[in-house]
């Protein structure tokens, strides 16, 4: 972890949970909040207006294991969103957001009346009258069993301060349900965007869009003490004024102080982890590579010394082959000069002195 972590900068930091309410999750940040969706939406969907749903309207009772914080937003176009950001990591955290957005969208159909009730106060921002109410309570129904299952888009966007293994390695990863084969998408109303904030590697002179600043400015804004002159939008002078620590009430600032707190311990807890674990590694990996070591030494030695006892072997068996060969070939030899003399009529005796052969040899012949 690095130094500057443990330090208290101008800026709230947006990976605490307070430090992202304060920037995003509050009515004085709604439009901060627009910006950054339309940013990350930019091509696909444009966000006019929003509200902040209570986000007791999706939260489960499962301990939250990491997550910092969800806002639940709804457009006046009928879109629901899902924000969260998520400080580290944790086991099935991509199960967890897929299960956020099911409960999402299930709760469309569980809750439809309330649906269009507030969807209907969100365009016109002002609250239904009983009159409107009791109208919507007795609309017909004839088709209610097929309309009941229209579905709004839920966007689910993940903000990550780890790098998630079952996602490749890459910033942002975007997810749809699609044909396998094709590719086509098959429903429209089924949106994730991932983003893992560590592989995100740009330099603010390498930001040329709003959005990259953006990205920016969220992943190292707590080490600043004032904003980048590079950073002249309006928006950038709207998240200073609303992330400045100087600037928050003393209620937001005892909670923040102890957010910030958790926030440095869990990160000193993965670093003790992350290098206690490299300890382990290194001396597994030493013990494991003598093992291998004296396993192939052994190897090698036996392979070598068959390989040499072979080599001598076959040496000393030629030796010993010509040798008995060679006398073999004398012993011929003198056999058949005793022939030759016996053949002459020299006699026995005679024979034995020329060829050195015995007596009974000589008769053999």
Partial sequence: ???????????????????????FGQPA????????????????HQIENLTLLDKEN????????????????????????IV?????????FLDRTLFYMCRAIGRQVENIREKRKKERELRTDEPMTEEE????????????????????????????????????????????????????????HFRQIYL??????????????????????LKNMQHWNRMPDALKEQVFNRLEELAAVANLSMEDRIAYDKALD???????????????????????????????????GMAEGLEKGMAEGMEKGMEKGMEKGMAEGMKKGKNEEKR?????????????????????????EIDRV
Avoid at 29 to 40: A, D, G, P, V, W
Avoid at 84 to 92: A, I, K, L, V
Avoid at 200 to 209: D, P
Avoid at 276 to 288: D, H, M, N, V
């Fill in 336 to 360: 058949a000069i005793a022939r030759n003399l016996k053949a002459l009529g020299l006699t026995s005796e005679q024979i034995q002195a020329a060829t050195g052969l015995s007596a009974q």
């Fill in 262 to 296: 958790r926030y440095r311990v869990s990160r000193i807890v993965e670093e003790d982890a992350r290098r206690a674990g490299w300890k382990q590694g290194l001396e597994e990996g030493r013990e494991k590579g003598l093992e291998e070591g004296r396993a192939k």
């Fill in 58 to 81: 999706h939260s489960d009772s499962i301990a939250d294991a990491g997550i910092i914080y969800d806002l639940y937003c709804l457009t006046t176009t009928g879109e629901y969103i």
């Fill in 196 to 217: 893992q904030f560590p592989y995100f590697e740009k330099e603010l002179n390498e930001c040329e869009t709003l959005y990259d600043k953006l990205i920016y400015t």
């Fill in 29 to 44: 940040s709604k439009e901060l909040l627009i910006t950054l969706l339309n940013e990350l939406l930019a091509g696909e």
């Fill in 84 to 92: 969260e950001m998520q400080n580290r990591f944790h086991s099935n």
């Fill in 133 to 188: 109410n009791d109208l919507m309570l007795r609309e017909e129904k004839a088709d209610y069993y097929g309309a009941r299952y229209k579905l709004s888009t839920v966007y689910g966007i993940f903000l990550m301060n780890f790098r998630e293994p079952g996602l490749e390695a890459k910033f942002r990863t975007d997810t749809v349900i699609a044909d396998r084969e094709s590719g086509k998408t098959i429903n429209p």
């Fill in 1 to 23: 972890m690095r130094n500057e972590e443990l330090t208290c900068g101008h800026f709230v930091n947006p990976f605490t949970d307070i430090g992202f309410k304060i920037i």
